[in-house]
Each structure stands twice: as C-alpha cells, then as structure tokens.
C-alpha cells in the first residue's frame, strides 16, 4: 500500500500515516531553517510520531467533551501565521508544498493547539483555586524582594517514567545538542515539550528562582543571557531551560522603554557587489545622520525608493541584544546608521517616540494569572498522562 494511506499507529481507532509522519517532519525542517541532521532522522521521526499521538488525543478529548474546533478558528490562525512570516496564506501553502510539507499538516497542529487549549479551560482551569491570601502573600514578597534578580525563561519538558527514563534522558540531551547547534529553543519546544506551554515555543515568562522546582532553580541562579542549561531531573521527566533575559525586581531598566519607530529599508539588485553599494550606503548613512526627525524618515524613503514601515509598541527590551546596544544611547528624532546586508537590504531606524516604563510591582490580576497557569501547566500533563494511559494505540 502507498505510504499516503499506509497506517503507522492507530490511536483509538483514528490512524496516523507516514505521511503525517513525513510532513510533520518537514515542517519541523522549515522551522530550523530548512535542514536536518541526517544522523537525528530516526529519533526525530519517533519524537514526531509520538507528538502526533498526543495531539490526536487531544483532539479527540476534545471532540468527547463537545468542543467544536471551526474551520474558520482555524483559518484566523493560519491568516496570522502566514503574516509572520510575511506570505499570504497561498503562498505558504506552496511554500510548504515545495518543501515537503502541506497547509493540512499545520491547520491540523493548528487544531491540536486550539482543541488543547480550549479543552483546558472547560476541564482543567474551571477547577482551579487560586486563594486571594496566595496572592497578596506573592506580592509581599514581591516587594520585600525589590531589587533581586528575575529571569525570563523557556522550557522544554520532556516525560518519563521509571521504565523509559533512561531513553528520555537520551532524548533530551540529543535536543540539547541541537540547540547548542543553533536550533531554534521556541521551535523545538513547540515540537517535543510535553507541558503546556508548547504552544507559546515553551515561554514561561518572567520568574524568580524560588517560583520554580529547586532543581531548575539551582541551575538557573548561575545562568545568563542565551545560555541553555543540562537536562535537569524533575517530577515526572526531564526540563530543559533556556534563560532568555534577566531584571531585577522592582528596579528601573532602560530596556523597558517602549519606542514608535520608522524603519527604512533599501534593497540592492541580484549580483550587486559591495563595491558597488558601498557609494548607495554611504548616502544613505549620511541621510539617517542627518534625518531631522521623524518626519525625515519619510523623505528619505522617497529619496532612495525605499520601503518605510511604521511600529507602535516596541519594547527595548524585545530586540536583539545588538540593536538593543544600538538604540539605548538614542533620542526621540534620532536615526541608527544602516545595518544589514546587500542580499537582504540594509535599514535604518528612527526613533519617534519613546515612553519610559516605571518599576512598579505586578498588579493583583498579573499575579494571579501566573499562579493560575502554573497550576493549569501541572493539572494538564497529568491529564494528557491520563489519556495516554487509557488510549489503545496499535503500532504497525
């Protein structure tokens, strides 16, 4: 039988094909640039095999707790994907037909995150407590401990049991090796960890040590910036964690100021040499010099036929860290010289407006949010444990 149609596992009667296989497999390459280590194939078609599982378990929960997922829930999502990626949704479709993969694979990942999600919250977050004496004893703290450092950080989770532990181990550290490589930390998230943020590239957001397991805790005192930790043993399996960012509690950083900018972007025909743009740049540095103002901007994309886009809401904080070095120093007015490079264009920034943020403490509603997906995160991977253990999966 064709690989289309020829049954690797079926999951309570519902089957899952090579191709599923195949494609998902596919999608995983585009969301690490396009390659995968050749040596890792096996394991990752196992690893994808098993997500697939899960996700059809979860799918099907949902569907047994009389939640709808509509197509058109599903078209939004993938409106929004492709407009990340700068594609209209017909031209992610080809994209992704011509890399192996199809528009079926992510909308049906797609429908897993949603199903998922909202399966949580009629199943999970409805039953959760989160006591107003918790919270106020969180803020107290909070504020007892101003000036301590935070950490923003992300997480892959991988399950074990006494039986496979040494085999998730493996997996994890294989993972490990990846990242290390380059791999991208919030796409193997989104494709391996088993918690539930997955779905958001396994961002826990912004903690402090003693929120966390002591065991990842420990570990994450002596991390920093971009540094990405060993598997770390933990109820139920092994976490790999990532430290993306740090603060301190409660105290001021220029980081958080949140700016308007202008991008100008000027691209070079195929085949132009630096030599050759190297006179097109130098104006145009001299230009962002000499910008006077927001306005400028403007002028200076007519000047050169470039392209200008404007972004609200963009915090210091969020760039990369060489840009954040860049941009710190800069006035409301002021422009950067040009960054980039002649195949992908070079650009410039103007600052047009910069609103500084103050260190106050998490308002009660942030912190019992934090608390309350905390204890969701905990209750899901029991449950999605529960359904694994009740499902009758035939592999073939």
Known sequence: MPSVVKATAIVNGEVITQTDIDQRLALLAIANGGQLPADELDRLRQQVLRNLIDETLQIQAARAAEITIKPADIDRTLARVAANTKQSVEQLTAMLEANGSSINTMRRQIEGEIAWSRLQRAKIESSISVGEEEVKAILDKMNAAKGTQEFRVGEIFLSATAGNEAQALSNANRILEQLRNGASFAGYARQYSE?????????????????????????????????????????????????????KILTADPRDAVLTLKQVSITFPKGTSRQQAEPLVARFAQSAQNVG?????????????????????????????????????????????????????????????????????????????QLNEERVNLRARRYLRDLRRDAVIEFR
């Open 293 to 369: 103002g927001c306005g400028g901007a403007d002028r200076i994309a007519a000047d050169f036929k470039g392209e200008l886009v404007e972004s609200d809401q963009v915090k210091i904080r969020d760039l990369p860290p060489a840009l954040q070095q860049i941009m710190l120093p800069l006035q409301v007015g002021q422009a950067t010289q040009p960054f980039g490079s002649i195949d992908e264009g070079v650009r410039i920034l103007v600052i047009c407006g910069r609103d500084e943020v103050d260190a106050t403490a998490p308002t009660y509603d942030e912190v019992f949010s």
């Open 195 to 247: 918690a539930s943020t997955a779905a958001v590239g396994g961002d826990l957001g912004w903690v402090r040590p003693e929120q966390l397991p002591e065991s990842i805790a420990a570990q994450l005192r002596s991390m920093r910036p971009g540094q990405v930790s060993q598997p770390i043993p933990v109820q139920g399996g092994f976490s790999i964690v990532a430290v993306q960012d740090t603060r």
